[in-house]
Each structure stands twice: as structure tokens, then as C-alpha cells.
């Protein structure tokens, strides 16, 4: 049973142009989203969260939207630049238990 | 130097043979986590730390065990390798925020079960 969906394995994007990555889940009760980036060899690295009492956050170039009803939540990245090529994983929280559901992960390949 | 050190990075065991994959953090955090990622299943919680005396199990926790020695320390063993163990192994730990927990990973550790 995956709570927590990315339905796209990969995304290609010329530089300059948005990313948009996609996320669905089933729990109702996740209060808190995030996203990770991740490059090959390394650990995930925190990109960028939101709570359920909100329905965007942005923070420079990426912007997280959450929309409750649809139980979807998406990033975007504006402008994409090569270095943002990575996969991407998102990740719900609830009651701030810290057993954060990961999704599969998207793989983002931004062509210069 | 890294928050969230984790060693080995790279293992090769074979089936049958018990291991430990060890984790340090300078963050100051008290709740630590050992998670599994496998091509095409994102990462699942295997054990989790919220303080020294306390040890949860996660969504797939069979087949493995923890010990938290320390704030700072996380170990995950695996008492008898068996190849479906072979997997990318990361150590986490967490802070608790506004709004919610980030939890922050470690480099990761490739294993190999022959």
C-alpha cells in the first residue's frame, strides 16, 4: 500500500524553463510535506517543506503547492538550471511522529 | 566536516555473516533513524530513535536490529546477511521545527550480500 505516489520516474527539462514534479498521497492525516534532492552518491538533502494549514511556500526558486482536497502536492522549479539535475523524493509527516513515507522518487535531468 | 557521518560507505558481505553499519551526528539531535532505499521503492523506515533509551520499530524492521550508544550514535546490524538485504542504507536524524520535523541524512552505505 503506498501512501505516498510520484508517478513520474523521470522528467526532462531545458534550462530556463519550469520543473514540475508531482506527488499524490492517500493519508489524510499527513500534516507536513516535504521535499529531498538527491544526487547520485550522496545522502538526500532537504529542499524545501510545507504544513497542511498552508497551501504554498516558496523559497527562492523552488515553490511547493498543496492542495488538500486533491491530496496533491508539487514542486516547482523556476528557473531549472543543470545543476538541479537529481532525483527527487517527496515525504509526509503526521503529528510529528518522524516516520516520514517517501515516495519513489522522480529523476529531473535539465538540458543546457 | 559533515553532521551526519555513516561507515562503512561501501560493504561487501556474504549470506550469512552479521554486520554493522554505524552512524555518528554533531547536530545535537535526539532522534536518530536507519531507513533502506531500492531501485524504484524510495526510501522505508527500518528502525527509528526518538532518545537513548528508546527504540522503535519501523515499516520493515525483520531481519535487523539497532542499538542507540550514545546521543550521537546509531547502529543498524544485520544479524545474518541475506541478499534482498543488499540495498543503499541511510542514517538520519531530526529536528523538530515550526510546523514540522526535517529530518537530515547521512552519505549512505552501499551493500553488497553475495
Known amino acids: 500500500d503506498q501512501q505516498v505516489k510520484q508517478n513520474s520516474p523521470s522528467l526532462s527539462v531545458q534550462e530556463g524553463r519550469i520543473s514540475i514534479l508531482n506527488c499524490d498521497y492517500t493519508?489524510?492525516?499527513?500534516?507536513?510535506f516535504l521535499w529531498y534532492k538527491k544526487y547520485p552518491a550522496e545522502g538526500p538533502t532537504f529542499l524545501i517543506s510545507?504544513?497542511?494549514?498552508?497551501d504554498k511556500n516558496e523559497d527562492g526558486r523552488f515553490t511547493v503547492f498543496l492542495n488538500k482536497s486533491a491530496k496533491h502536492l508539487s514542486l516547482h522549479i523556476v528557473p531549472s538550471q543543470p545543476g538541479d539535475s537529481a532525483v527527487y523524493f517527496c515525504?509526509?509527516?503526521?503529528?510529528?511522529?518522524?516516520?516520514?513515507?517517501f515516495g519513489q522518487g522522480t529523476e529531473l535531468s535539465v538540458k543546457p | 566536516d559533515a553532521d551526519v557521518t555513516q561507515t562503512p560507505r561501501n560493504r561487501i558481505t556474504k549470506t550469512g555473516k552479521r554486520i554493522m553499519l554505524e552512524c555518528s551526528q554533531t547536530?545535537?539531535?535526539?532522534?536518530m533513524y536507519w531507513y533502506r532505499q531500492d531501485p524504484g521503492l524510495g526510501l522505508r523506515l527500518i528502525y527509528y530513535?526518538?532518545?537513548?533509551?528508546?527504540?522503535n520499530k519501523g515499516e520493515i524492521s525483520d531481519g535487523y536490529s539497532v542499538s542507540r550508544q550514545a546521543q550521537a550514535k546509531f547502529s543498524l546490524s544485520l544479524e545474518s546477511a541475506i541478499p534482498n538485504q543488499t540495498a543503499l542504507y541511510f542514517c538520519?536524524?531530526?529536528?523538530?521545527?515550526?510546523?514540522?520535523?526535517?529530518?537530515?541524512f547521512g552519505p549512505g552505505t552501499r551493500l553488497l550480500v553475495l
Open positions: 547536530k545535537g539531535h535526539d532522534r
Open positions: 510545507i504544513s497542511s494549514i498552508k
Open positions: 493519508n489524510s492525516m499527513f500534516d507536513y
Open positions: 538520519a536524524t531530526s529536528d523538530v521545527g515550526q510546523g514540522g520535523e526535517t529530518q537530515y
Open positions: 515525504a509526509a509527516d503526521y503529528n510529528q511522529g518522524g516516520k516520514l513515507i
Open positions: 530513535s526518538f532518545d537513548v533509551k528508546d527504540i
